[in-house]
């Protein structure tokens, strides 16, 4: 199970060294891509094939598919480590995830997010305000789904 936080420096090389105990519950065979809010998400082969099943399982007419297609598979590269554990970050990925000096790994249970520090703090202030308010909006959904299927 991927959980925990882990702050790790940028490398001058653009290379970031994922936490050990990630590479260790993942594997080695890892893809990265576009994630939410300006983060990365890190997630192994076979998460991989479900996400991307998940994803381009509709219609190719689908705009909302192809769109999705492209933010997360377009995005998508496979990692390759050195001898430490460290992976170069592609470019238009370290672009878009604004990644500066420090880089948070946050483990999500089946993924990995990986956050500049900065913006990961101020994500964390916001879910700190916001939890309660969250928690109920997933609950209030989680009962309409449930009326629905009993109807």
């Known amino acids: 199970m991927l959980i925990g936080e882990y702050t790790v420096k940028l490398g001058d090389?653009?290379?970031?060294?994922?936490?050990k105990k990630f590479r260790e519950e993942q594997g080695t065979k890892?893809?990265?891509?576009?994630?939410?809010e300006n983060?990365?998400?890190i997630?192994?082969?076979?998460?991989?094939?479900?996400?991307?099943g998940e994803v381009t399982n509709g219609s190719f007419i689908s705009k909302d598919i192809r769109e999705t297609t492209?933010?997360?598979?377009?995005?998508a590269n496979e990692l390759e480590?050195?001898?430490?554990?460290r992976f170069v970050v592609p470019t238009s990925l370290l672009e878009y995830a604004g990644l500066g000096s420090e880089v948070v790994f946050v483990g999500l249970i089946n993924?990995?997010?990986?956050?500049d520090k900065k913006k990961w703090e101020e994500k964390n202030q916001y879910l700190l305000k916001h939890n309660?308010?969250?928690?109920e909006r997933l609950n209030v959904s989680k009962s309409i789904k449930s009326n629905k299927i009993s109807e």
């Open 13 to 19: 090389k653009k290379r970031l060294a994922i936490p």
């Open 30 to 36: 890892l893809i990265i891509t576009k994630g939410y």
């Open 39 to 41: 983060s990365l998400v």
């Open 43 to 52: 997630v192994n082969q076979n998460q991989w094939k479900q996400i991307a």
């Open 70 to 75: 492209r933010f997360l598979v377009g995005s």
């Open 81 to 85: 480590f050195d001898e430490q554990g």
């Open 111 to 115: 993924w990995v997010e990986v956050w």
């Open 132 to 135: 309660e308010e969250i928690a």
